[in-house]
Structures are given as structure tokens and as C-alpha cells.
């Protein structure tokens, strides 16, 4: 990454030319050609290969529509599941909510900044406010 940048500011900055950037970092002049042809650095990305619940899934989903609370293990037994359970288990973390639905005691989570709770509370202890003088104070608290 460090090199395309620098490849670039040399080339567009200070008009230095290919070959010479080439010798000066050490890289081929094709890599050179390339970064400057580029529109952004170069990153890797990985090709997904799947999970082998990926051919189990129509299985497991017919499963879930008509029992969108059975566990795991009896899925796994039901759909003839050969493998071991970390890849169904992740199988059915990623599908079950679909068929589930909406549990009314589950915890509502609010994002920061999302929700405010203010509060106002009159404690009965006296709080020194001057020379001779104390008062009960309101305390504000907001969460």
C-alpha cells in the first residue's frame, strides 16, 4: 500500500518516470504501469467457499417451518447431518430468526445516543449551600 502511494506522488508529483521509479523501489515496471492505473491501493479479498450446511439448508429450512423451535441435535439427526455440529449450529444461528419470530420478553436494546431517560429525584438529606444555610436539592439524572 505504502508503495502505491509512493509510486503515484512520485510519478504525478515530481514527474519522475517509470523506469526510474522502478529502480528506485525495486519493483517491476508493470507493477508501476499498474499502480498508476489503479484508482485505489490494492487489497485482498478472499473468494467465499461455502460451508458444507450450505447443501443441507432447503432441508433444515422445511424443518423450520413447521417447527421453528426444534434444536439443533434433533435437526441434525432428522436431516442425516454427517459432519460435526459447528457449521449447522451456525447454519440455524443465521436462518431460525426468520421462522421464530418476535418474542414479546426479549430485552429491546437501543443503540447510543438512540434513547434518553431523565429522571428527577428530591433526596432527603439537607446539602450545605452557604455559611449557616442548607437546602433539599433536586438531583437531575439522565441515562
Not at 32 to 53: I, T
Not at 72 to 83: D, E, F, L
Not at 109 to 138: M, S
Request: glycine content about 6%; proline content about 10%; overall charge positive.
Amino acid at each position: 500500500m505504502e508503495d502505491w502511494a509512493e509510486i503515484r506522488r512520485l510519478h504525478r508529483a515530481e514527474g519522475v518516470p517509470i523506469k526510474e521509479i522502478a529502480r528506485r523501489l525495486g519493483v517491476a515496471r508493470n507493477t508501476v504501469r499498474a499502480a498508476l492505473r489503479s484508482e485505489g491501493p490494492p487489497k485482498y479479498e478472499r473468494v467465499s467457499r461455502g460451508s458444507v450446511a450450505d447443501a443441507y439448508e432447503p432441508q433444515v429450512r422445511a424443518l423450520l417451518v413447521q417447527w421453528p423451535r426444534m434444536p439443533g441435535p434433533v435437526i441434525a439427526q432428522k436431516i442425516g447431518w454427517p459432519y460435526s455440529e459447528g457449521p449447522l449450529k451456525k447454519l440455524l444461528a443465521r436462518i431460525r430468526p426468520e421462522y421464530v419470530g418476535i418474542d414479546p420478553s426479549d430485552r429491546t436494546v437501543y443503540e447510543p445516543g438512540e434513547i434518553a431517560q431523565c429522571d428527577l429525584w428530591f433526596p432527603e438529606t439537607l446539602i450545605p449551600v452557604a455559611a449557616r444555610q442548607a437546602r433539599i436539592l433536586p438531583v437531575l439524572v439522565l441515562t
